[in-house]
């Protein structure tokens, strides 16, 4: 592995970290369990790497843990989505003046 | 090859659309109006992503694939219908899960890779496994304590610090051996292990009310080993993902520690509690007066502005309907209610809101600690449902006390405070609270939901009486 690789990695977390902060910082407290529970589904893309992984089958171990790992990770993305979205669902605001 | 080549590049645009939709979708979380687009641009990028994915050229099998799709599905349906009470539970399992895909997939490309690994691979995924593996068990003893198969108090013994860190120490120095020697695979199962063990002590010490600031640094452990995951199979989009859910959990960690008082290191190094057990004793002599429901809602009816402020003893009694059915009797009569929520009431950050959004309560009235604390003084009736240490008048008088300096809802600053309450027992954090002997204090003990029911039912039996 090259040293740009790292740079490049790195420049990338270095920037995602300052734009995850900023934005994050501007949810409202009343949102902070939906926002856990939704970055947790968006957490969950750590999924396409155990696919390759299954999916490229280069040893029985590797297919086997990578197997668990989609599972693990596919139950966070659907679980996560969905709750996440009941739980938006019942925030409503006593002024329906912005409801279609 | 070509082929493959172009086939690379269409992944990199996918996952580059995905980015930038997983930001968005943050970004649309700031407010309940937008909230829902967030999680459909999360959905979609989601899709994105894992579509993108499957085009990979590497990929031969796609049978096993599908199946673990599948079961991960029928296993995150019912994990997303669970009931809004059990959210905190269910968040720190989905910490779990996440942590064990991230330790899974370390540990495979550990040994495809091995002895062919370099030193700056090895280091990032020794972080990843070691991070995603402590975050797994501590993540698993978090959702035991939150569901009750564990005892929620903290659990501790002589040296316990000592231990922890000698562990976690042990498991970096192996990292360490295995970066400079990453041939020697047989070590690789020792440093996994050690990580497994130290997740368990960290959390084990860890009380109740300290979920709310454990589960925050979980998500942030969860995030950051997703992102040296994306490090270790160079994938961009991972990076982007675990730094945009690290820094997601450490501004809650940040927001939650800030509501205790409290530094990271003391949530997880200093079980607190204990300290306060004899100088209870002391204060029996002290009386404190109580009310029944009738008065209560007499003097609630009375009011022109009420402040109800609900803790975890509302989420354990299940009396966020009731609570409801108490906000429309007394918004039908003229009366101002609206909810104070303290940053740290009950097991997660905005565990509260959820659950009176769920009654019905229009968000709105929901107020955060800052935006309310100014208007006790105007305020008639403070109600105080099932929350304890986050208005103790003591944390702004008393240095002596463990919880001396902590933010609190000023309630004791309004014309008359109710607080419903089982028994005088002290709250979780074991503290004494000098609220309940003040003159404008009126205890109503009872349980939460039968207290309120009995309150609604004073106000609208009794009819236009007042």
């Keep these: 592995m090259s040293g740009s690789i790292l740079i490049n990695g790195l420049f990338i977390f270095m920037l995602a970290g300052f734009i995850g902060f900023e934005v994050i910082r501007r949810v409202s407290p009343l949102l902070h369990t939906p926002l856990m529970s939704l970055t947790n589904a968006l957490d ?57 | 090859m070509n082929e493959f080549a172009g086939n690379q590049t269409i992944i990199e645009v996918i996952y580059l659309l995905a980015s930038a939709l997983f930001i968005l979708s943050l970004k649309w979380m700031s407010s309940p109006t937008t909230a829902r687009h967030g999680v459909w641009a999360g959905e979609l990028g989601m899709l994105l992503a894992i579509g993108g994915t499957l085009l990979h050229h590497g ?43 991230v330790t899974l997939v370390g540990t495979a490309e550990f040994y495809l ?51 922890n860190f000698l562990l976690l120490g042990i498991a970096v120095v192996i990292a360490v051996y295995l970066v400079l020697h990453p041939e020697e695979k047989q070590l690789y199962p020792f440093m ?79 079980a607190f509690g204990q300290v306060q057990a004899t100088a209870a004793g002391a204060q029996e002599a002290k009386t404190v007066k109580s009310a029944t429901a009738e008065e209560a809602a007499a003097i609630l009816s009375a009011a022109n502005k009420v402040v109800v402020i609900p803790g975890y003893g509302m989420a354990v009694a299940q009396a966020q309907h009731k609570v409801r059915e108490l906000y429309d009797a007394l918004t039908k009569r003229g009366v101002d209610v609206r909810f104070a929520i303290h940053p740290v009431a009950g097991r997660m950050p905005g565990h509260m809101n959820v659950l009176l959004a769920e009654a019905d309560i229009p968000y709105d009235r929901l107020m955060d600690m800052d935006d309310i604390n100014g208007d006790f003084p105007q305020t008639d009736v403070a109600l105080v449902i099932g929350a304890n240490d986050v208005t103790n008048p003591a944390a702004r008088t008393d240095s002596s006390s463990p919880i001396y300096g902590m933010p609190i809802l000023d309630v004791d600053k309004a014309h008359t405070v109710m607080v419903i309450k089982r028994g005088m027992s002290p709250g979780f954090a074991g503290i004494d609270n000098p609220l309940y002997y003040l003159d404008n204090n009126l205890m109503l003990f009872g349980d939460a939901k039968a207290f309120v029911g009995s309150i609604v039912r004073e106000l609208t039996g009794a009819g236009g009486h007042v």
């Design chain 1, 44 to 100: 969950a893309i750590a999924v396409v790497g155990a696919i390759v992984l299954v999916g490229e089958h280069k040893s029985t171990l590797s297919a086997v843990l990578g197997t668990i790992a989609v599972v693990a990770a596919t139950s966070n993305i659907v679980g996560g989505f969905i709750i996440t979205d009941r739980m938006l669902k019942m925030f409503k605001s006593s002024r329906p003046a912005a409801k279609s």
């Design chain 2, 59 to 101: 990929i031969v099998d796609y049978q096993w694939i599908a199946v673990a799709l599948v079961l991960g599905t029928i296993i995150g349906i019912p994990l997303g219908r669970v009931q809004m009470t059990a959210v905190p539970q269910r968040t720190a399992l989905s910490h779990a899960f996440g942590a064990l895909c």
């Design chain 2, 113 to 163: 890779r091995t002895p062919d690994i370099s030193r700056f691979m090895m280091a990032v995924l020794s972080m990843e496994v070691i991070l995603g593996s402590l975050t797994f068990t501590g993540s698993l003893m978090a959702a035991g304590k939150l569901q009750e198969v564990l005892p929620q108090r903290p659990l501790t013994y002589k040296g316990q610090n000592f231990v």
């Design chain 2, 192 to 270: 996994l292990l050690i990580a497994l063990t130290f997740g368990v002590l960290l959390v084990i010490p860890i009380g109740g009310a300290d979920m709310p600031t454990v589960i925050s640094l979980l998500n942030a452990y969860a995030g950051l080993s997703a992102a040296a995951m994306g490090f270790v199979l160079n994938n961009r989009l991972l990076i982007v993902a675990g730094a945009l859910d690290g820094s997601s959990g450490l501004i809650l960690s940040v927001i939650m520690s800030k509501a205790m008082n409290r530094s990271f290191t003391n949530v997880l190094f200093g």
